[in-house]
């Protein structure tokens, strides 16, 4: 399983990713504003509900995406400024802010995901919020900050490519 899902990340997820991200990037000024986002329509009838809970500084949010082949979940997520956890079925999404943030400060210091989940967690129940799985968001939060790396570091071999070319 694990390595089917590094798959479908590798050869399929970051490289329909990079586009829209670069987009993105863009449009939001480098995450410092939101981007109006419309969840597209599809008619191809493979579509599905998911739930997803997203992370970002100011707490969580859950939403329901209407995903399928034409437009995953992955998609939807970045245009909503979120960066899933998991390839297909994310149940988790991390605010494209709060990865950018921990991307900068684990540069700086040793990395210790564990440590910092369980510090961001502890932020959030001090607002109420309570994170309702039993392993908590490491796991999935480490798999989302994992991938979101992968994903800059291809943006930035996409942009090598581009200015070689001209």
Same mark, same amino acid.
């Given at each position: 399983?694990?390595?089917?899902?590094?798959? !479908?990340?590798?050869? +399929?997820?970051? %490289?329909?990713?990079?586009?829209?991200? #670069? *987009?993105? =990037?863009?449009?939001?000024?480098?995450? !410092?504003?939101?981007? +109006?986002?419309? %969840?597209?329509?599809?008619?191809?009838? #493979? *579509?599905? =509900?998911?739930?997803?809970?997203?992370?970002?500084?100011?707490?969580?949010?859950?939403?329901?995406?209407?995903?399928?082949?034409?437009?995953?979940?992955?998609?939807?997520?970045?245009?909503?400024?979120?960066?899933?956890?998991?390839?297909?079925?994310?149940?988790?999404?991390?605010?494209?802010?709060?990865?950018?943030?921990?991307?900068?400060?684990?540069?700086?210091?040793?990395?210790?995901?564990?440590?910092?989940?369980?510090?961001?967690?502890?932020?959030?129940?001090?607002?109420?919020?309570?994170?309702?799985?039993?392993?908590?968001?490491?796991?999935?939060?480490?798999?989302?900050?994992?991938?979101?790396?992968?994903?800059?570091?291809?943006?930035?071999?996409?942009?090598?490519?581009?200015?070689?070319?001209?």
């Amino acid at each position: 399983k694990k390595m089917r899902q590094w798959q !479908r990340w590798s050869r +399929d997820v970051i %490289p329909s990713l990079v586009q829209p991200y #670069l *987009s993105y =990037r863009r449009l939001s000024n480098r995450f !410092r504003n939101p981007v +109006d986002y419309e %969840p597209p329509m599809c008619n191809c009838g #493979l *579509s599905r =509900r998911l739930k997803v809970t997203c992370i970002h500084f100011n707490g969580l949010q859950h939403v329901d995406l209407m995903v399928c082949p034409c437009v995953p979940a992955a998609v939807q997520l970045l245009w909503m400024g979120y960066f899933p956890c998991a390839p297909l079925g994310p149940t988790l999404a991390v605010s494209l802010q709060l990865l950018s943030l921990v991307r900068q400060l684990f540069m700086r210091m040793p990395p210790n995901t564990s440590a910092w989940c369980e510090s961001f967690e502890a932020y959030l129940a001090g607002m109420g919020y309570k994170v309702d799985t039993k392993e908590g968001i490491r796991r999935r939060f480490g798999n989302a900050y994992h991938w979101y790396c992968i994903l800059e570091i291809s943006l930035d071999e996409h942009i090598q490519q581009q200015l070689q070319k001209s």
